[in-house]
């Protein structure tokens, strides 16, 4: 899981972890994990790369942050190991969160429909 993040991510935690002036607060960036796992799920049905910028692009915009401000967080972020563990650990929290908020709003939508026949 979080596969779209792994290897530039990977690539760019083995960089400087200073501080960036332009870094995201904890809770954006966990949400932006969040995210970006949900864009790829939904890209592993398309395989349009122009596509993948655009939601990328989108998930950015929605938060108000660059995809550079992302990477240079993400630097940060990754240089406390056990930290990061459980920012992840938090992103996939929400992702249940919203799958657990989805089944229940289609169970409901099931019984409505049942309910009017």
């Known amino acids: 899981m979080l596969s779209v993040l792994c290897i530039p991510l990977l ?20 949400e932006l994990i969040a995210e970006l796992q949900v864009a790829e799920s939904a890209l592993e049905v398309s395989s349009d790369s122009l596509n993948a910028k655009q939601l990328i692009q989108r998930v950015m915009d929605r938060h108000e942050v660059t995809y ?18 459980k920012r992840i650990q938090k992103a996939l929290d929400i992702l ?19 309910n009017r026949q």
Do not use: V, W
């Not at 401000?69 to 563990?85: P, T």
């Not at 249940?96 to 049942?114: C, G």
């Open 11 to 30: 690539i760019a935690g083995c960089d400087n972890k200073e501080k960036p002036e332009n870094l995201i607060d904890e809770e954006t960036y966990i």
């Open 68 to 85: 550079r401000q992302f990477i240079d967080s993400h630097k940060y972020y990754s240089k406390d190991f056990q930290a990061q563990q």
């Open 96 to 114: 249940q969160q919203k799958r657990a908020n989805l089944t229940r709003s289609d169970t409901t939508k099931s019984r409505n429909i049942m």
